[in-house]
């Protein structure tokens, strides 16, 4: 596995497929720990200064994608809870209310989640049981 990428000025979701690319796992628990699994010599104290530096971001994204990433029926979907409500002023991807009570699409949150799910699909994480696998 390789080091993750950390470009300068790279964005949150950079960070997120770089990791999830040189085989780091990321997964966040609701008692606001991130939880971080690394191949030996992969995570570097760049990766780990990063990672805390973005953990904020991390946590309210991890969740969102991996509800992505397991909404496969019928097709894959960039779509973080099925049962989103969605509508006027709410996310339709998750269902958290939007800062404005009119707005449409998705919160910012699951935007980067989606842009991530994009990048990563096709690649090596593109079939969920391999993600699973990997994640345990």
């Known amino acids: 596995m390789a080091v993750p990428d950390l470009k300068p000025g790279g964005t949150h979701t950079d960070l997120l497929v770089s990791c999830y690319n040189a085989g780091i796992r990321l997964s ?16 570097t104290d760049a990766v780990r200064t990063a990672l805390r530096d973005h953990k904020p971001m991390l946590l309210a994204v991890l969740w969102r994608l991996d509800g992505m990433l ?14 989103a409500p969605g509508g006027p002023g709410r996310c339709f991807s998750c269902g958290d209310v ?10 910012a949150w699951c935007s980067l989640a989606a ?11 593109d079939d969920i049981q391999t993600v699973r696998r990997q994640q345990k």
């Open 28 to 43: 966040g628990s609701d008692d606001g720990f991130l939880h971080v699994e690394s191949p030996v010599g992969v995570l």
């Open 70 to 83: 397991t909404h496969r029926a019928p097709v894959p979907t960039a779509k973080s809870a099925t049962d």
């Open 115 to 125: 842009e991530a799910f994009y990048r990563l699909r096709g690649g090596p994480w």
């Open 98 to 107: 939007h800062e404005h009570p009119h707005a449409y699409g998705r919160c």
